[in-house]
């Protein structure tokens, strides 16, 4: 909602200023329909050529970020947390028992009660291949933090290159729009015989293209792309709790603990607070008694 509000103000500052001023409207809208189709046909010409299409329909998911937001709530930080308090706690007990739920998580019973969560193959598969590798006797924390750093790092690259392609338009649109101005002044000195008041005119919508290209790159183009990468790394919030929790397991702390600290590295705007998330654990105790 709030993307959809700070473009309705771009659009209302920028023309509402330019009619307040005394500017005439109607130059840039007979002008806007050409100078856009060079505009943003050399754009999207330029993003298709210089990304793969699976890039591509990454790139085009990915621009619901701007106006949906981060795809984890606080309460789904609140319900992670639950869902590895019960596999930590499942382990210890029973460590054949936990076989089961990270070898087939889709039917897991314990997984199924968090549907949000086992809908995301990257959350699972951390968490399945962490314990996997846990209960392997591959347990030597420093290797599985320093395991799971680059794995975190590796996915962030890989989801942010929908931010980098957004981004590397927006820097090449101001050059378009030179392009789509220049061939305006092309346009007019081939018609340098005609009054002064229609050279006025055609000057005028040549200069569009100028106008265009920077609006779009830094009113609309570039904010997408910086939203798009915010959102992402708001997400990734999501992952490192997994790792912290995981890492603190194999420390051997008490369940508690590390379900504690993997809630207290939380970012303090998206964690649950520690009666929430007590009230939350002892239910998920309850039902398992």
């Known amino acids: 909602m709030i993307g959809i509000v700070g473009m309705i103000v771009i659009f209302v500052m920028v023309f509402g200023g330019f009619v307040a001023a005394g500017g005439k409207i109607g130059i840039i809208l007979k002008a806007l329909p050409f100078e856009l189709i060079m505009i943003g046909g050399a754009a999207a ?117 929908s931010s980098h392609a957004i981004q ?3 820097d090449a649109m101001p050059a378009l729009g030179i392009v789509a101005a220049v061939l305006g002044v092309i346009k007019t000195m081939a018609a340098i015989d005609q009054p002064p008041e229609i050279l006025g005119h055609m000057i005028g919508g040549a200069l569009v293209g100028t106008f265009l290209g920077v609006f779009l790159a830094y009113g609309f183009v570039g904010p997408f792309a910086s939203r798009i990468g915010a959102v992402i790394e708001e997400d990734s919030h999501f992952y490192k709790l997994i790792r912290e929790v995981l890492v603190a397991n194999l420390y051997n702390h008490a369940t508690n603990i590390c379900i504690e600290v993997g809630r207290q590295n939380t970012p303090h705007h998206i964690r649950p607070s520690f009666s929430e998330l007590e009230e939350a654990l002892r239910t998920v105790k309850a039902e398992a008694a």
């Open 45 to 161: 010409g330029s993003f298709l050529l210089s990304n793969d299409l699976a890039a591509v329909k990454r790139t085009l998911r990915d621009m619901g970020k701007v106006f949906k937001g981060p795809i984890w709530q606080p309460a789904d930080y609140r319900d992670l947390l639950c869902l590895l308090f019960e596999l930590i706690r499942l382990v210890r007990q029973n460590p054949v028992a936990i076989e089961e739920h990270i070898e087939a998580p889709e039917s897991s019973s314990i997984f199924q009660k968090y549907p949000k969560i086992l809908k995301d193959h990257e959350a699972i598969e951390m968490i399945c291949d962490t314990m996997r590798a846990a209960s392997m006797n591959y347990d030597d924390p420093h290797q599985v933090e320093e395991i799971l750093d680059k794995q975190l790092e590796a996915n962030f690259e890989h989801a942010m290159h």
């Open 168 to 170: 590397t338009v927006a």
